[in-house]
């Protein structure tokens, strides 16, 4: 193969992986525009985050905001805290957790509720900052009280060999669940929610990414129990989950936060990185080295085998 063309693939290459890093996505951001005001002007910036991206995330907010940065976690996935690539310094005054990916485990519960934890602690002046990217889900996964823990992961795993597209999955999930589906705007009222969004998802749908925590959710205990029957789930998964779900569906579990919840008025959820970030970054660099270009923009989808 011609040497050139490898260097040059190899080059465009990671001209694509840089155009969707943390520094090169949020270098971007007119943070006063996002917010009315100055950061600055809190009284406290609390930080959370879940998703692969979430401790480069939490490193150039750390290095923008400094000691205005009263609190905060983020999770990663087991593994990820040791590999943070230069130029990223592990952030000090925001606590990093790791946790179980694409199967929650223990872990994912304990980072869940300390995220939790963390926004109930706000206060009307303070301001919620929350890093979401790909992977947010699973590390964030608490199950409801009535779901036995091992069920509830025995769920995911069916979900994730049964075909159904994330659409789909994350209906189920945010309803086995106790941080997606708005929940996590909810969990801050009355604070300000700022969301930054990396996306990893066909079509950017911010109620998908990482389950949506701080976006109204429209799916319903009757799409979750759905998706399950449609995939020839019901009887499979456990006692314990198809209960909880029965339960929802005669309204004796609350729903995800919907479009009239009241914090969404405070709550603003903005979409920062996507796969298009990448492309244009790849075609950028493709066409400096003297190459033609095509982007090809239809998302890839399709049952994974």
Not at 143 to 159: K, T, V
Request: proline share 6%; glycine share 10%; hydrophobic share 45%.
């Amino acid at each position: 193969m011609n040497e050139q063309i490898v260097t040059d693939a190899r080059a465009i290459y990671r001209a694509a992986v840089r155009g969707v890093q943390a520094d090169a996505l949020m270098s971007r951001l007119d943070w006063p525009a996002l917010l009315g005001h100055s950061p600055e002007g809190f009284e406290r910036i609390v930080v959370v985050g879940m998703g692969k991206a979430s401790m480069a995330m939490a490193s150039v907010v750390e290095a923008r905001f400094g000691d205005h940065i009263a609190e905060g976690v983020v999770v990663v996935p087991h593994g990820y805290a040791d590999s943070l690539p230069y130029p990223y310094r592990p952030p000090r005054r925001i606590e990093t957790l790791e946790a179980g990916h694409p199967v929650p485990d223990e872990a994912s519960a304990d980072a869940a509720h300390a995220i939790l934890d963390h926004a109930s602690r706000c206060r009307e002046g303070d301001l919620l900052l929350v890093l979401l990217s790909g992977g947010g889900t699973a590390l964030t996964t608490a199950f409801a009280d009535a779901i036995l823990p091992e069920e509830g992961r025995h769920a995911i795993r069916l979900l994730l060999g049964c075909g159904a597209d994330i659409t789909a999955m994350n209906a189920v999930r945010k309803h086995l669940s106790i941080l997606g589906g708005g929940r996590l705007s909810r969990a801050a009222a009355p604070a300000q929610v700022l969301a930054l969004a990396i996306s990893d998802v066909p079509g950017d749908d911010l109620s998908v990414i990482a389950s949506g925590p701080t976006v109204p959710d429209a799916s319903t205990f009757a799409d979750a129990v759905a998706v399950l029957r449609q995939n020839d789930l019901w009887e499979r998964v456990g006692l314990s989950v198809r209960t909880h779900l029965e339960r929802g569906l005669r309204g004796e579990e609350p729903e995800t936060a919907g479009p009239d919840e009241p914090a969404f008025t405070r709550t603003c959820t903005h979409l920062i990185g996507r796969n298009r970030d990448a492309l244009d970054a790849a075609r950028a660099e493709a066409e400096t080295r003297g190459y033609r270009t095509f982007v090809v923009e239809e998302p890839v989808v399709g049952e994974a085998r």
